[in-house]
């Protein structure tokens, strides 16, 4: 049968117009588009070239291409890719807009699941891997930021760049090619979640199916309990808990979720429930958690919670022009900047400095700032001055709470994986120069960092930097 002229149409930027800024990445962007020609709306993950070629991503690009094309629209789990196209900057993903965004989102929403709503999306979830498992696809980074809720509220797995195809007539992932080790060898970088690796990664780089059933019940644990089982202010810390199986649960934690979360967090990746099944996944499904569960129909998804969600239809206005060009992209861009969650900020007070502070008051501060969810990272250090701030590398731009504290530091911390990233280290070299209101530079003796505060407060945080630095290293502050 022939596919209609629009389906084997050639594609472009042009075809569509482009809206909302729905994700970042470390080098992509994915938009809300909508077809001119039929109205129908997508998310358009957009990737600039000169980003992959820079951050050596092809293979991460081409990998998810490969298995969003292998998953195709046969199974309803999945985020399916209609076309694929690009211009002389950028290439172009169109995929299916998961209307009701992530399941993060709603655990971060609602703190946890009733066991009802853990039931249903634990299953599906373990169907969705069936699926991938049979067409020979490990995720290897499956996390709630990955697991996205469709306008029907059934789940949409996405993101496949860390994805590994098993190569045919094999049936386990453990003996990989020279290219797919170099692969595992960037992983553990783990730009992304560090939560959610399984020990295997950790130790030899090594992956295979059970790799996703780890992360399975990481993420039944997060669903139950509104929080991550491997927790800690640093990623080494956190994989050290992951390699010593070192978790807690919390008080009311469901007892048969309880009994299948610990079936799955196995260290030994055959041991885990599920991964020796001749019928992929029986000993699942027969587990105490689905008792009662038709699994050739799940039926309509439970209600998250008895509060109503009220999430509004996003609507790209009808006077935007097709086409995604630098003015658009930055437009859209700044559209976003509003949205991040920063903290209320006072100035400070002009005739007093940031570090004019008696003992009493430090205590008295210091005590009101353990409620602060980033006074974990500042070795009770007193914070003087935080807020997100883009700290730029090259290219690319990470955004970053950052944490001005006496001492001296100045910490910053990724706010979405609550993760220590980093410390500009202070010396009497150190020295704060604004470019303007946004944009402003930290030079240390061996690095100069670019930062941009997207609120504006460049020249403020140059201010209290100084004083800071007046502070500890008054010599230098008067030689300057």
């Not at 076309?83 to 002389?88: L, V």
């Not at 634990?122 to 020979?136: D, I, P, R, T, W």
Request: aromatic share 12%; proline share 5%.
């Amino acid at each position: 049968m022939t596919p209609p002229v629009e389906e084997v149409r050639k594609r472009s930027a042009s075809d569509y117009v482009f809206g909302k800024v729905l994700g970042e990445g470390s080098f992509s962007t994915v938009y809300l588009a909508k077809d001119v020609h039929t109205n129908k709306e997508y998310a358009i993950k957009v990737l600039k070239k000169v980003h992959i070629i820079r951050e050596k991503k092809t293979e991460y690009v081409m990998r998810e291409k490969e298995v969003l094309m292998l998953l195709g629209s046969s199974c309803q789990y999945f985020v399916r890719l209609y076309w694929t196209f690009q211009d002389a900057e950028r290439l172009y993903f169109v995929l299916t807009y998961a209307k009701n965004g992530e399941l993060l989102k709603q655990i971060d929403k609602h703190q946890c699941f009733n066991i009802e709503c853990t039931r249903y999306y634990a299953a599906e979830l373990v169907l969705a891997l069936e699926y991938l498992h049979s067409k020979g696809i490990v995720h290897r980074d499956l996390k709630p930021e990955n697991v996205l809720f469709d306008e029907n509220w059934h789940i949409l797995i996405t993101d496949f760049g860390s994805a590994k195809i098993v190569k045919e007539n094999t049936e386990k992932c453990d003996n990989e090619t020279e290219s797919d080790t170099t692969f595992h060898k960037r992983r553990n970088s783990f730009v992304g979640t560090a939560q959610f690796v399984s020990p295997e990664m950790l130790t030899d780089t090594s992956s295979s199916y059970a790799s996703d059933l780890w992360a399975l019940g990481c993420i039944i644990y997060q669903i139950v309990s509104g929080l991550m089982p491997f927790r800690g202010p640093s990623e080494y810390l956190i994989f050290q808990k992951i390699l010593n199986l070192d978790y807690v649960y919390p008080e009311g934690f469901d007892k048969t979720a309880k009994d299948l979360v610990e079936k799955l967090l196995v260290i030994v990746p055959n041991k885990r429930l599920g991964a020796t099944d001749v019928k992929p996944y029986t000993s699942i499904r027969e587990h105490e958690l689905f008792i009662g569960l038709n699994w050739d129909n799940l039926g309509p998804p439970p209600r998250i919670s008895d509060v109503s969600d009220n999430i509004s239809d996003i609507i790209i206005p009808d006077n935007l022009e097709p086409g995604l060009d630098e003015a658009t992209a930055s437009r859209l861009q700044l559209d976003l900047l509003p949205l991040a969650p920063t903290p209320s900020r006072k100035k400070s007070q002009p005739s007093r400095k940031i570090t004019d502070l008696s003992p009493e008051e430090i205590e008295q501060r210091l005590e009101a700032q353990k409620s602060n969810p980033y006074h974990v990272f500042v070795s009770s250090n007193l914070i003087l001055k935080q807020g997100l701030i883009d700290k730029k590398k090259g290219l690319f731009a990470r955004r970053r709470m950052f944490l001005l504290t006496l001492g001296p530091h100045l910490y910053y911390v990724d706010p979405v994986t609550m993760v220590l990233k980093g410390e500009i280290p202070w010396s009497g070299g150190i020295r704060a120069e604004a470019k303007n209101f946004k944009i402003f530079f930290v030079h240390t003796p061996n690095r100069k960092y670019y930062l941009e505060d997207p609120e504006g407060y460049a020249l403020e945080w140059c201010k209290v930097i100084e004083e800071v630095k007046a502070y500890y290293f008054p010599e230098q502050s008067e030689a300057k």
